[in-house]
């Protein structure tokens, strides 16, 4: 019951919910992550380390760069079972409000 509660509380903002659904397109540098949530690098560090400690990211160097991960296949799931998505981009969006508004 604890890593459930650690897992939706790691969950529990705007700008980590950015970074997991920017992460479920594929790795991302920590810096590319800072532009995705809007904020500093030290900010988003500090929600980096909140989600790899909830075994929800994971982290891996590459030279001076820091590279995260979903954790695993699994995670990814899970992630999106609980209604988290890659962000979609304008064109996208407009086919299916398109798709939606053709259906009715």
Do not use: C, N
């Not at 919910?17 to 949530?37: C, F, K, N």
């Not at 982290?59 to 760069?65: A, H, P, S, T, W």
């Not at 979903?70 to 079972?81: D, E, F, Q, T, Y």
């Not at 988290?84 to 508004?101: K, S």
Request: glycine share 10%; hydrophobic share 45%; charged share 30%.
């Amino acid at each position: 019951m604890v890593g459930l509660a650690r897992f939706f509380k790691a969950l529990s903002d705007e700008r980590r919910l950015r970074i997991v659904s920017a992460l479920l397109e594929g790795e991302q540098e920590a810096g590319w992550l800072a532009v995705a949530a809007g904020r500093d690098r030290t900010t988003v560090s500090r929600h980096l380390q909140l989600l790899v400690e909830a075994g929800i990211l994971q982290r891996r160097r590459d030279g001076r760069r820091v590279i995260y991960s979903i954790a695993s296949a699994s995670m990814a799931g899970r992630l999106r079972r609980v209604g988290i998505a890659p962000p979609v981009t304008q064109p996208e969006l407009e086919g299916r409000i398109r798709d939606f508004l053709t259906g009715q």
